[in-house]
T-cell receptor, first 114, second 113 residues
Framework: AQSVTQPDIHITVSEGASLELRCNYS??????LFWYVQSPGQGLQLLLK??????LVQGIKGFEAEFKRSQSSFNLRKPSVHWSDAAEYFC????????????FGKGTKLTVNP | GAGVSQSPSNKVTEKGKDVELRCDPI?????LYWYRQRLGQGLEFLIY????????KSGLPSDRFSAERTGESVSTLTIQRTQQEDSAVYLC???????????FGSGTRLTVV
């Protein structure tokens, strides 16, 4: 069965610093990979997705992620973090079987210090 | 509508009562999903609808949970005889094709007291 691991439960960075959030997945075929962001009290917003082609994908809000098949990773990066980026970030992989459902990691909470 | 709408946004219920949670997907989205998010946890898949059919309901945790969808639109998640462990945020999402990502609603926060 497919699975997603986000090794870091909580990360704190200073505003303006660079950011990398880790995501490792287990999947039998070429995966569809996603990063979502959830602000407090809100639903999840899609940041970016990968399903084929260029392994470096650009998303909204200045985020990017790189798919590395050899490492089964899909890490999220941002060169300079803004205070408004404080939120919880979820990596997801799918689809599974015929249901098109996504499997999510447990999330990484990002705190941004001024 | 413009987005996925869920109601109510908050629900407090007594243990043993039944609750209904509603989801209005984006118009034209044939796929609809329910997930549960417990405090400090990731998203737990509950059920997937394609049209009005549910080809995957493998995530429903017990027979107290059921869901239906009508008119290839609104979906209702029903929890009977609620228990304290049912307390969570229930998220609904919809999609034209789930392989390319979902659009989520803001969720219903359910508290069982």
């Amino acid at each position: 069965a497919q699975s997603v691991t986000q090794p870091d439960i909580h990360i704190t960075v200073s505003e303006g610093a660079s950011l990398e959030l880790r995501c490792n997945y287990s999947y039998g075929a070429t995966p569809y990979l996603f990063w979502y962001v959830q602000s407090p009290g809100q639903g999840l917003q899609l940041l970016l997705k990968y399903f084929s082609g260029d392994t470096l994908v650009q998303g909204i809000k200045g985020f990017e992620a790189e798919f590395k098949r050899s490492q089964s990773s899909f890490n999220l990066r941002k060169p300079s973090v803004h205070w408004s980026d404080a939120a919880e970030y979820f990596c997801a992989v799918g689809p599974q079987g015929g249901s098109e459902k996504l499997v999510f990691g447990k999330g990484t909470k990002l705190t941004v210090n001024p | 509508g413009a987005g996925v709408s869920q109601s109510p946004s908050n629900k407090v219920t007594e243990k043993g009562k039944d609750v209904e949670l509603r989801c209005d997907p984006i118009s034209g989205h044939t796929a609809l999903y329910w997930y549960r998010q417990r405090l400090g946890q990731g998203l737990e898949f509950l059920i997937y609808f394609q049209g009005n059919s549910a080809p995957d309901k493998s995530g429903l945790p017990s027979d107290r949970f059921s869901a239906e969808r009508t008119g290839e639109s609104v979906s209702t998640l029903t929890i009977q005889r609620t228990q304290q462990e049912d307390s969570a945020v229930y998220l609904c999402a919809s999609s034209l094709d789930g392989r390319y990502g979902y659009t989520f609603g803001s969720g219903t926060r359910l508290t069982v007291v």
